[in-house]
């Protein structure tokens, strides 16, 4: 991805400052939380019934791994913060999330791609973090690592499916790649090789082609986001933000 031009956000003030076993916890919730709300969105939505309950499902997985990194981000950070803070009480600037995780649902194409992009990133970092001095977070990595496989066999097979499906299938699935392909940098940036080779694949089978346009778009890691997380957090966070310190 050397190629592509890289669009980063203006030097200054950090969002926030954390150390840096702190901020890769954070971080990482932040994606599960954020893509967990995003899933959450289609439920009682989808196309199929069975698709329903594979989405909830997956929103259920990302939601179990963002509360075990918050709470272990709180443990961490040794100031009695719990996962309710990292989650309900903190603004977008303080996020720390992939900008690809945010991006609205779209069609159920425009879904599909976006979980394929990050179900590829997820499988090389769980397996990557699995191996964690930190015993703690190697757990949660371990566990996080059987359901992303889950979350990528469904994320792929559905991307095939609709890529080398109809032309109006094809055609939406390839709109969603043109669309989100912007995104990609900051999530491959890690692993870029092999989330490339792994991607390039996949397209070959589905009958879809990486834009041309080498512009990327990143920030997220550093709290500059589109303007799509600014709504999510609200409608995520208002009941807590209206009703403090409220229990069930």
Do not use: C
């Not at 499902?57 to 509360?67: P, Q, Y």
């Amino acid at each position: 991805m050397s190629d592509r031009i890289i669009s980063r956000p203006p030097q200054g003030t950090p969002a926030v400052e954390l150390d840096p076993v702190l901020r890769l916890l954070v971080s990482h919730g932040d994606d599960n939380m954020v893509i967990a709300h995003r899933l959450g969105e289609w439920i009682s939505n989808a196309p199929e019934l069975e698709i329903d309950i594979a989405i909830g499902n997956i929103a259920l997985d990302h939601l179990g791994v963002a509360r075990a990194l918050y709470t272990h981000a709180g443990d961490v950070e040794g100031r009695g913060r719990t996962e309710d803070d990292f989650a309900m009480r903190r603004t977008e600037r303080e996020f720390l999330n992939l900008l690809m995780v945010e991006q609205p649902n779209g069609d159920f194409a425009h879904t599909i791609v976006r979980q394929f992009f990050f179900d590829v990133y997820q499988r090389l970092l769980w397996a990557d973090l699995s191996r964690s001095g930190d015993e703690t977070l190697a757990g949660i990595a371990a566990k996080a690592a059987k359901e992303s496989a889950y979350h990528h066999e469904f994320s792929s097979g559905w991307l095939v499916r609709l890529g080398d499906g109809t032309e109006e299938s094809h055609r939406r699935t390839q709109d969603a790649v043109s669309s989100l392909w912007r995104f990609t940098a900051e999530l491959s940036e890690p692993y870029s090789a092999a989330w490339r080779q792994t991607v390039d694949a996949f397209f070959e089978e589905a009958n879809l082609t990486a834009p041309a346009d080498p512009y990327q778009r990143t920030g997220g890691r550093d709290g500059y986001h589109t303007e799509h997380l600014g709504l999510l957090l609200a409608e995520m966070q208002w009941m807590d933000r209206t009703y403090p310190g409220l229990e069930w």
